[in-house]
T-cell receptor, first 113, second 112 residues
Framework: IAGITQAPTSQILAAGRRMTLRCTQD?????MYWYRQDLGLGLRLIHY???????GKGEVPDGYSVSRANTDDFPLTLASAVPSQTSVYFC????????????FGNGTRLTVT | QKEVEQDPGPLSVPEGAIVSLNCTYSNSAFQYFMWYRQYSRKGPELLMY????GNKEDGRFTAQVDKSSKYISLFIRDSQPSDSATYLCAMRGPGANSKLTFGKGITLSVRP
């Protein structure tokens, strides 16, 4: 089934540890995105990539980094996790055409203790 | 003023009711309007997609856009318990790289 796969599904992480959230899509979409979703704050864009080899900062990029080595993969790295990064993280993609909607994965629930 | 405002809810209705969900926005450049449905512990899924003003119907769901009032709505007819979910409005401008702006979402519960 075509779509976005995120891993892990959930994770408990000690503060200060490094963590990479994985995201893979098989739709050959050009654009990919990382959001975090927090109660009362909604979805907030962390980083995005309009095409392989390029990345950009979203609304809340601090403490996170991304890379886009190829079309299909868009990992999100927390270099040194802090409790405020406890959240649900969603990866999304779009074909990059004007007005195209986003397609989301099912998220990674991250708890930083 | 936030770019997109959505009624915070939560909203609880009896089965069979007509549900109206609404968002207002401030950016007149928005041209593409979407509604996403998100079930518990799942990612948002695209429910309705509309370009510019007008209505779009898909089964029990109708999306309505009024650009002059900067107001969009989602109507659910004959609501079912399976419609219980969080609904997020989203919109974006005309550029290919314009970012999607989301409302915060409203949680709907349909009581059997």
């Amino acid at each position: 089934i075509a779509g976005i796969t995120q891993a892990p599904t959930s994770q408990i992480l000690a503060a200060g540890r490094r963590m990479t959230l994985r995201c893979t899509q098989d739709m050959r979409h050009n654009a990919m995105y990382w959001y975090r979703q927090d109660l009362g704050l909604g979805l907030r864009l962390i980083h995005y990539s309009n095409t392989a080899g390029t990345t950009g900062k979203g609304e809340v990029p601090d403490g996170y980094s991304v890379s886009r080595a190829n079309t299909d993969d868009f990992p999100l790295t927390l270099a040194s996790a802090v409790p405020s990064q406890t959240s649900v993280y969603f990866c999304a993609s779009s074909d990059g055409n004007r007005g195209s909607p986003l397609h989301f994965g099912n998220g990674t629930r991250l708890t930083v203790t | 003023q936030k770019e997109v405002e959505q009624d915070p809810g939560p909203l609880s209705v009896p089965e069979g009711a007509i549900v109206s969900l609404n968002c207002t926005y401030s950016n007149s450049a928005f041209q593409y309007f979407m509604w996403y449905r998100q079930y518990s512990r799942k990612g948002p899924e695209l429910l309705m997609y509309t370009y510019s003003s007008g209505n779009k119907e898909d089964g029990r769901f109708t999306a309505q856009v009024d650009k002059s009032s900067k107001y969009i709505s989602l109507f659910i007819r004959d609501s079912q318990p399976s419609d219980s979910a969080t609904y997020l409005c989203a919109m974006r401008g005309p550029g290919a790289n314009s970012k999607l702006t989301f409302g915060k979402g409203i949680t709907l519960s349909v009581r059997p």
